[in-house]
Each structure stands twice: as structure tokens, then as C-alpha cells.
């Protein structure tokens, strides 16, 4: 763990990835090579590709639509990497529309799509219900300006080094317009939040994860029902139980993360409870984890620790 945000570590990291010297002394030294799981790493954004198209063929057999038929996307994002997969889906072919894009109460990306503007400038991080688009720097903005501005590597560089050094950019509005033509953007409130999961469990006996619940009710107010939208589902709602059981006003609630596991894995709802997580809570914890400060240099030394321990 690092005593810090999202933003930070996924900039230490890239920052880590650009030391030739730490990165060579580790291949040479240890054989081995660092990676990232996140969408710096675009093998992240592989299999997302594939599920934007699996999730429209499924809607073609099931017969909601004929093979053909725009469908429109609405994702929760802070990072950017799951709708740029989608873009990628649509340039392979994928008749998607319209990109929705879901932000929570750090809602940068939304005022983004909507003025072209990436302010930075008194924003602090908030921490929400949907920690996993708690993000203010999105790495793969970079990569969708970059594809519409005709792969202008200078423009790129000349607009994120402005971003680290004034903490804000404005990209033309040719581009604004650009950008414009496939997405769409809003945001959800941390009350909107629990309010979807509580009503979309009472009409369907279906769970949504804090994430999802935020795609929900910004698809709900965005689409224009003239075409199907397709809702990405990011993550299982056991990973946040004391919001769900928030969310669907269960008092009761026990201090212990496993109790909360079986307690909302009793409700019989849908997607099924997640039995290799309530499995691993029956299990003795093995591996002492540690939180190390927010440096560079720290987590370079944990990080060959880490290696050195494995390489031995």
C-alpha cells in the first residue's frame, strides 16, 4: 500500500517505467521486467475490446436488435481505459454510437467532454463509494486526444506538460468538436448512487456495485431512447459491502468484513455472491502487507525488495 491516491501512484509508476537506470539494473541484475495491471498497460484494454463486442453480439442472439443496429455504451470511467476499449470495439467494426461517459463526484473527464477544458486548478480528490474512478489524471486521455488530433505526438507533449506544470490545459475547439461527436458525459452524486442500487434491487433483485450504480444513473439520464445502451457492469458488488448494505438501509450491519460478505450473499440476489471472495475470508491471512510512503524512491526500494525476494 502506498500512503497516497490513485493519481499519484499511477504517476510514480510511470515515472518508475522512464528510469532506464533502475530499469536496466533490474533486467540485468534480476532478469525481470516491470509491467502494470492497470490501463497504462494497454494488454488491459485488450480483453475490455472483446467484451464491448461480446456484449453486442449477445444482445443480436437474445433479439433486441438486429445484427447492424447502433447500440450506445455508458461506462464508469476515471482513467479513460474502458471507453477508449470501446472506441477501439467501434473502429473494429461495432456500430456503437454514442460513448456515455459516468463520472463520479471527481467528475474532471465529464467538464472535460462538455467544455474541453482539463482543469485541475482547486480540485481535491474526493473519496466516493466508487473508489475505482477516484481518479483526477487520466492516463488514457492521452491516448484518445492523441488518435483524434491525427496522432500529433507534439501537440500531446506540448498539452500534458502544460497539465503537470499549470495543472490545466484547453484543446481547440475543432477538437472539442471532434470529441463531441461520440461522447456524451454527466456524473452521479454520492446520494444518486445508493439511491440506484436500493431501487434497482426493489424492482429487479439485482445488486449493482457502487461503479456500475453511477453508469446507471447517468444512462438513465443521458439515452434518448432511440436506440438500446448497454451498461457496463465493472466490478461485483461483494467488493463493497458496507455500501451496498448501506445502500439497501440494512441496519444491522456487523464490523466484520466476512459477516457482511454472508450476510448480503443470504439475500439470494443477482449476479451470485462471489464464492472465491467469501472463500478467502475462511482462510488465515498468510502475507503481512505494508504501506510505505508516497516517494519515488520508496517504492523503487520496495519494489526490488519485492523482486529480490522472489529471485532468491
Known sequence: GVKSDFDFCQTAIKRIFKDLDFTGFLTVEYGTVL????????????????????????????????????????????NLGNILAAVYAKMMG???????CASNQ????TDFIKTGHYDLRERKLAQTFSPSIDILKS???????????NKDGQLMTKLFNQLEEQH???????????????????????????????STYNTSGYILDP???????????????????????????????????QALKIKEINQTSSSQLYLLSSYNALPPPHEA??????????????????DVDVLKSHV???????FM
Open 277 to 294: 471472495l467469501l472463500e478467502r475470508t475462511k482462510q488465515p491471512e498468510k502475507v503481512e502487507y505494508q504501506v510505505c510512503a508516497a
Open 35 to 78: 509491467s502494470s495491471a492497470n490501463s497504462i498497460n494497454w494488454g488491459r484494454l485488450l480483453p475490455q475490446v472483446v467484451y464491448h463486442a461480446s456484449a453486442y453480439l449477445d444482445l443480436v442472439s437474445q433479439g433486441f436488435i438486429s445484427f447492424g443496429s447502433p447500440v450506445d455504451v455508458c461506462i464508469p470511467t476515471g
Open 139 to 149: 492516463s488514457n486521455l492521452e491516448r484518445h486526444l492523441h488518435l483524434m488530433a
Open 106 to 109: 471527481n467528475h474532471v473527464l
Open 168 to 198: 490545466h490545459f484547453q484543446i481547440e475547439k475543432i477538437l472539442v468538436e471532434k470529441l463531441q461527436q461520440d461522447f456524451v458525459a454527466d456524473w452521479c452524486s454520492e446520494g444518486e448512487c445508493l439511491a440506484a442500487i436500493h
Open 304 to 310: 526490488e525488495k519485492l523482486i529480490q525476494s522472489q
Open 94 to 100: 461495432i456500430p456503437i454510437r454514442k460513448f456515455i
Open 211 to 245: 461503479h456500475t450504480a453511477v453508469a446507471k444513473v447517468v444512462a438513465d439520464r443521458m439515452q434518448d431512447k432511440t436506440c438500446p445502451v448497454i451498461i457496463s457492469s465493472t466490478a461485483h458488488y461483494s467488493k463493497f459491502a458496507p455500501a451496498i448494505l
